[in-house]
């Protein structure tokens, strides 16, 4: 078993596990075993919001109630839709690259590993809650993100509150070092025809929208997409062979009336990645909301997933249905959120290729929750707020999530927080049921990976046209995932909860607005981790669950609204090395400038990883380190 953990690399592939070929391996790597706007706001007016504006931009992650970004006590990062606008990014997973406190890397042509404050690989990238409009989109397969069947089109986009740190106490499982939610605009901000290209010799994208209206307080869109992401290559230069395209339609309905506000989305895309493998799947979500005269709220939502892959000799897919809702009231000082979530998750794994199975095929999955949060107005400067969730799996059963924070908005421009959370990633199917005879033993009593969180940060505007946001933690975790030794020889393996240790790190991002056409961004991340298994365990996956995570990253970003309608956008980034995988630092650049030639149309040139024809930012399998290409497009933004 010496030699076993010595070779051990952990390429961590979950997140291909519906990817051709890469599903017959999913249970192998994991143990480590070598393997042979239309009627949006004008492009002016986003460009004209002052430091203060956006300091105080309105957003909801944080509390699931509206309040100002300079007082939320959380480290948030917001990307606005003139961020998103002015991007030179095709996909979701590579627009959120503008947010300084994640990590993304990209491990082929359709998957990407992204995390909040570490634990960033193929398979160890399992502690981020991803939401669109307030619906998960993690997987219970593995407790990640299968990003290449997220295609939120970027036009409807309004924000993306991006908060590292625990958010449990609120969000749904899976909110442990992260919460990622993509907002999306009502319909009514998207009146009109809305016709957006992008073509280039690497990614193509191109997405027809129109909105109406119905009725005296109804408004709609409906929008279809297709797109077209280009391989990665191998080491040597040659073809990954792993480009991919897909198609994508969706609607959006909202009706307002007095005190009432319905919501009603869906989407249904079809992919194709490597030879024979196939993605179908959608969504549908309805929200309702009523405010009652007392200034309380209620809001109600449920919805509703469907995802199948299929390849030769392999199959997989899963239907969630989800509801919630949550009341918001107000007395005195106390400003009150509660509510619940139930979340049913019925999945299917075939795999006729080799050993590795999940037992029973096909289970169904259920995770509840009770939340209750209040505020209190401790003076006008002083406000605690103190949360706690009452969590059930059916796996696990219960677990409690507890939260204090505690804000001092020392003055208009100055505010310091600070944090107390736990949080917890629920067991999935693959921690739980992954088998395979003679060499892996199923885990029935794999736990919930732990942690405890110590969070102190600062926000504040130190000139009229600067602000600055800076945070600490310091984690700490317990019961993280191993793969266990049972017996040698021959050698019996079993998924475990022998590791712990804890991770710190500083976070920080500031904005200048240098002259009234020219703005400055730039943000660092740093991190340090020290996970051990415990006394007297062997992990022979060699730490695979502590994932591969770069000790700095450093960004800076220039937007500039130069005359004749022209603007200008410019992004660098530098990212540490990867010693583990082999990984070098490197430095990359992204540009964009766009022209608009009348209110209606735009032309632009856009690209990323421009510094280099090719760099590598995970490895998955060693046979398959692929590294990104650069790429470049043209655009044309046209509405009416």
């Known amino acids: 078993m010496r030699q076993l953990s010595r070779r051990a690399t952990w390429p961590g592939v979950a997140n291909r596990v519906r990817t051709g070929a890469c599903r017959l391996v999913l249970a192998a790597a994991m143990l480590g075993v070598p393997l042979s706007a239309a009627r949006a ?23 699931r109630r509206p309040e100002p970004l300079s007082e939320a006590p959380a480290s948030v990062y917001v990307i606005t839709h003139d961020d ?135 408004t709609y869109r409906a929008y279809g997409m297709g797109f077209g992401v ?30 009432d506000n319905v919501t009603v989305e869906g ?44 390849t030769t000799g392999i199959s997989d897919s899963y239907d969630s249905y989800d509801l919630q809702a949550q009341h918001t009231f107000g007395i005195g000082r106390h400003l009150v959120v509660w509510g619940g979530e139930f979340r049913v998750a019925v999945d299917q794994f075939i795999n006729r290729l080799n050993t590795f199975t ?3 095929p096909s289970r169904n999955l259920s995770i509840g929750d009770a939340f209750l949060q209040d505020t209190i107005t401790l003076t006008d400067a002083l406000k605690l707020t103190i949360g706690t969730k009452l969590e059930y799996s059916s796996y696990v059963g219960f677990d409690y999530l507890p939260s204090i ?48 969180a110590y969070e102190l940060g600062y926000r504040g505007r130190p000139t009229p046209d600067t602000s600055i946001s800076v945070s600490l933690y310091w984690n700490e975790y317990s019961d993280l995932r191993t793969v266990n030794l049972v017996s040698s020889p021959p050698p019996l393996l079993r998924l475990g909860n022998a590791a712990e240790g804890h991770a710190y790190g ?3 991002w500031g904005d200048w607005r240098v002259l009234p056409w020219w703005r400055l961004r730039a943000g660092i991340n740093l991190l340090h981790k020290d996970l051990h298994t415990k006394p007297g365990a062997t992990d022979t996956s060699n730490g695979a669950s502590e994932g591969d995570d770069p000790g700095y990253q450093v960004s800076l970003r220039s937007s500039m609204d130069l005359p004749h309608n022209i603007a200008l956008d410019i992004g660098v980034r530098a990212v540490d090395r990867l010693p583990r995988l082999g990984i070098s630092s490197y430095i990359e650049g992204d540009a964009r400038i766009a022209w608009q030639v009348t209110p209606a149309l735009e032309l ?9 024809a090719r760099h590598a930012e995970t490895v998955t399998l060693p046979a398959l380190a692929v590294a990104a290409r650069r790429s470049v497009y043209l655009g044309l933004r046209w509405t009416y």
């Open 41 to 63: 706001q004008s492009v002016e007016e986003l460009r004209q919001l002052s430091i203060e504006q956006l300091a105080n931009l309105n957003i909801t992650s944080v509390s």
């Open 84 to 218: 998103i606008h002015r991007s030179a990014a095709v996909t979701l997973p590579e627009l959120l690259r503008l947010a300084p406190n994640l990590e993304v890397a990209r491990q082929d042509g359709p998957n990407y590993a992204v995390s909040a404050r570490g634990f960033n690989s193929a398979s160890a990238s399992n502690k981020l809650l991803v939401m669109v409009d307030g619906r998960s989109v993690y997987s219970p397969l593995h407790s990640g993100v299968f990003w290449d069947q997220l295609q939120v089109p970027l036009d409807d986009i309004d924000r993306i509150e991006v908060i590292s740190g625990p958010g449990g106490t609120l969000w749904g499982a899976n909110a442990v070092n992260g919460v990622i939610n993509v907002i999306t605009k009502n319909s009514a901000d998207t009146q009109g025809v809305l016709v957006n290209l992008k073509a280039g010799p690497v990614d193509q994208n191109g997405l027809v929208q129109y909105g109406g209206r119905f009725g005296e307080h109804g």
């Open 230 to 259: 280009g391989h990665t290559d191998l080491p040597g230069g040659h073809s990954a062979n792993d480009d991919w395209h897909g198609a994508q339609a969706g609607f959006r309905s909202d009706w307002l009336s007095g005190p």
């Open 267 to 310: 989407d249904y895309y079809r992919n194709n990645s490597m030879p024979n493998t196939r993605q179908l799947g959608g969504d549908l979500l309805g929200h309702w909301s009523h405010a009652f005269t007392d200034g309380s709220r209620l809001d109600v939502q449920t919805s509703f997933d469907r995802q199948s892959q299929s």
């Open 358 to 360: 999940l037992v029973p």
């Open 405 to 452: 924070r505690l804000g001092w908005r020392v003055s208009d421009t100055h505010f310091v927080w600070a944090a107390v959370s736990r949080a917890v990633r629920t067991p999935s199917r693959i921690d739980r049921d992954l088998q395979a005879p003679g060499f892996l033993l199923r885990a029935p009593n794999f736990e919930s990976e732990k942690l405890i």
């Open 506 to 508: 500083i976070e920080a």
């Open 604 to 612: 632009s040139l856009a690209g990323y990883n421009l510094f280099g």
